[in-house]
């Protein structure tokens, strides 16, 4: 197997860097300790002499995965998900970013990360099932949970802040 | 609408949404010639290395040392034995001498014997001396 060299660990980290932080924000539940794990996980890639990994992007949401919760063990307050923005919404949909932030921030971990890994992270169900250890069926239906309780919570959030903003 | 579309159309309706690049990797490890791990760590095993047989070889030198101490201190004693024979004239042998009512010459030349084998194992042997003793000795009657 080929080893991995500076530019391919450099060009994965811009490649991949959003979807991770993404997915590092859903476990660590603060930005900044996100991107801590991500430069962790890149540090170390950076660092030793590895085996290129056949597919580069399970590989790399294992690691930050693995990162993110010895970081969460070792943490001695659980921190919840906090109010940083972590999505950039398009011009539209500013008020809509803050929502979705806010109704992930509201979903069951598991259910969290894998929406985010297959929506940020364009992960197939395998992919991410294998990234956590589970079957296919059990991502398949946390995932199909998941996407229901965001879509109601983000019509919930719709309909409460309609009125208000028509006046 | 069929839930199925519903949750694609949800899907599109979120990928709209794009998540923040991270912070840049730190600069100085980015500009660090990468290196083996294996060629990394090899500077400080070879510390440690060193840093191991230092300890090693001063624990060796003082168990040596050790050692080495007790048969010469055994050594020094015997020699101290050696070169200080106990003289046999004391004060008790001379006052005994006297008691025993011999001659006076006979007590001199005893004493007198006494005092050469105390000087003799007390003071340096003038015969063996090279220096001035020797000459001293030769010049005496």
Known sequence: MKDLNRNEVEDWYTQYGPALLAYAVALTGEKGAAEDVLHQVFLKLLEMDQPRPNDPKPYLFRAVRNRAFNVRRSASRNVPLDADQWLDAPTDLVDAGLALQAALRELPEEQREIIVMRIWGEMTLEQAAAVLEVPTNTAASRYRYGLAKLRNAMQSMKECHEPTSRG | MNPHQEDKDFEVFLRRFRPKTPRALPEELRASPRMPISRQKQPRL???????????????????????????QTHLLDAQARVEPIPRATIGEFSRLIRED????????????????????????EKKSRGLLKALAAEAP
């Open chain 2, 102 to 125: 011999r001659s006076e010459a006979e007590v001199e030349a005893r004493i007198g014997a006494a005092m050469d084998e105390i000087s003799r194992s007390l003071l340096p042997n």
């Open chain 2, 46 to 72: 070879a510390r440690r290395i060193r840093i191991i047989a230092g300890i090693a070889a001063l624990v060796l030198m003082g168990v040596t040392s050790l050692l080495l101490m007790r048969p010469r």
